[in-house]
């Protein structure tokens, strides 16, 4: 089954040091990935994608993520945080059967400043 | 560029009462989407229109839910009756493109709680 985890609730972190969001799938064929980032009272917004090629993803805001085929992993990285970065961020995993999109359970990020 | 509308933005109603949300998706956008999100969960794909046929709604609970997109813009999706796990944000997105290898342009949504 297609499925992708998103497998810490909550991440805290300091402004200004390096955050990391992890998200793992699991998918027959080749995935594609995305990070959306929800701020309070707003809908989602695209951060990311990976489709194919380069295994280092840049996105917006300075947000990157690595896509680890042999972890399954596809985790989202920033150098340095900002308070403003705080939100809830979600992975997704596109099933190529259904062409339709499934998201992970979300995780809070908490920047203190 | 105006982005995806919603309203109304919160939405308070009894078990077994109707409920109606709008949508009014970017300009030129022919792809439609409807999405349930539950507390503490991803978003969940209800429907998704292509101009004003539907390309997909298995996830759509049919006896309570319906959605329309006339005319391939604007799009309103109905609850009747409510039940109280019904209560979720409703979200609405939009894409110039028919699959979701794109990004998707999200609205703000639509907080419906069922008491």
């Known amino acids: 089954a297609q499925s992708v985890a998103q497998p810490e609730d909550q991440v805290n972190v300091a402004e200004g040091n390096p955050l990391t969001v992890k998200c793992t799938y699991s998918?027959?064929?080749?995935?594609?990935l995305f990070w959306y980032v929800q701020y309070p009272n707003r809908g989602l917004q695209f951060l990311l994608k990976y489709i194919t090629g380069d295994n280092l993803v840049k996105g917006s805001y300075g947000f990157e993520a690595e896509f680890n085929k042999s972890q399954t992993s596809f985790h989202l990285k920033k150098p340095s945080a900002l308070v403003s970065d705080s939100a809830l961020y979600f992975c997704a995993l596109l099933r190529g059967a259904t062409n339709k999109l499934i998201f992970g359970t979300g995780t809070l990020l908490a920047v203190q400043p | 560029e105006a982005g995806v509308a919603q309203s109304p933005r919160y939405k308070i109603i009894e078990k077994r009462q109707s409920v109606a949300f709008w949508c009014n998706p970017i300009?030129?956008?022919?792809?439609l989407y409807w999405y349930q999100q539950i507390l503490g969960q991803g978003p969940k794909l209800l429907i998704q229109?292509?101009?004003?046929?539907?390309?997909?709604d298995s996830q759509l609970p049919k006896d309570r839910f319906s959605a329309e997109r006339l005319k391939g813009v604007d799009s309103t999706l109905k609850i009747q009756p409510a039940k109280l796990e019904d209560s979720a944000v409703y979200l609405c997105?939009?894409?110039?493109?028919?699959?979701?290898?794109?990004?998707?342009?999200f609205g703000s949504g639509t907080q419906l709680s069922v008491l």
């Open positions: 997105a939009s894409s110039p493109f028919r699959g979701q290898r794109e990004k998707l342009f």
């Open positions: 998918v027959s064929g080749n995935p594609y």
């Open positions: 300009s030129g956008h022919a792809t």
């Open positions: 229109f292509q101009n004003n046929g539907v390309v997909d």
